[in-house]
């Protein structure tokens, strides 16, 4: 068992360890071990307060404290890399990371290179020229309504220190907006199911330029990246745009690219074909 990687699953925004489970049952059946990690404020260290219920009281909900108020890029990094540190006792280590994880992992593997065997990003942000922001004002960018999902948010993200939606809306325009960009092409019952495993809250900290590929730490990692072809909230140009940069960065180490049908969230309702691409990449 010491030779046998162990994968380490980082979520996304408003997503926690709970979204991996059936992509985790898929690993462990072709003989994988995997962790998933939940960042800070994630998971049951989410607010979930009784306003969000139902009957929901928006009103209350959006003045109501959350405790991922304060929550840094450098907290999430530091819960990243205790996991890493004690998965690392028992062999190798393969990072995995979703959608705005990316962030995270970036930002352990410039950290802490030692204690990562691989890095693979799953429609994932891998920022390497600019701050993930400011991907968002590119012409790879530009075919995604950055305001669609305000119909789902609550109270004023500066008031609050952080982000918070309500997921629970049965408002038929947010739900359009939110299965439109993340999982177009999933049945409404599979999209709401997955939106039920969401968290209202998510922290602000993306952070800044600092945290952006380093070169002489994160550069040496061997990479993989996969891309969702039909990603609505992370094109596939974006996608292949990061890509390109990480390789300008370290040409002597590109990365290995390998692609998935399907929408953001589509590979892990479905997971087998994702289970089987990590599968072959276990023994690097």
Not at 258 to 266: I, K
Request: charged share 20%.
């Amino acid at each position: 068992m010491q030779n046998q990687p162990t994968f380490i699953l980082v979520h996304g925004a408003f997503a926690n360890s709970f979204s991996f489970a059936p992509l985790q049952a898929e690993l462990a059946l072709l003989g994988h071990r995997s962790v998933a990690v939940d960042l800070p404020g994630h998971g049951f260290g989410a607010t979930f307060p009784a306003s969000y219920q139902a009957p929901q009281d928006l009103a209350a909900l959006a003045q109501e404290p959350g405790g991922i108020k304060g929550v840094t890029l450098a907290d999430n990094a530091a819960r990243v890399i205790d996991v890493l540190e004690r998965a690392k006792r028992n062999g190798p280590t393969v990072l995995v990371a979703h959608s705005r994880g990316g962030i995270t992992t970036t930002a352990v593997a410039n950290a802490r290179p030692d204690l990562v065997d691989r890095i693979v990003y799953v429609s994932a942000w891998c920022p390497v020229d600019l701050d993930v922001g400011g991907y968002y004002a590119e012409p790879e960018m530009a075919d995604v309504d950055a305001g669609a999902l305000t119909a789902a948010l609550v109270g004023n993200p500066a008031e609050l220190g952080l982000l918070r939606f309500n997921f629970r809306t049965a408002d038929p325009t947010a739900l359009a907006a939110l299965k439109q960009a993340f999982a177009a092409d999933l049945t409404d019952d599979e999209f709401r199911i997955f939106l039920s495993t969401f968290q209202p809250d998510e922290n602000l900290d993306a952070g800044t330029s600092a945290d952006r590929a380093q070169a002489a730490t994160w550069g040496r990692i061997p990479r993989t990246y996969v891309r969702l072809a039909a990603d609505a909230s992370v094109p596939p140009a974006v996608q292949d745009r990061m890509i390109r940069e990480a390789d300008t960065l370290t040409p002597d180490n590109p990365f290995d690219v390998r692609t998935l049908e399907g929408s953001h969230l589509r590979w892990l309702v479905h997971p087998e074909p994702a289970a089987e691409l990590l599968a072959g990449l276990a023994g690097f």
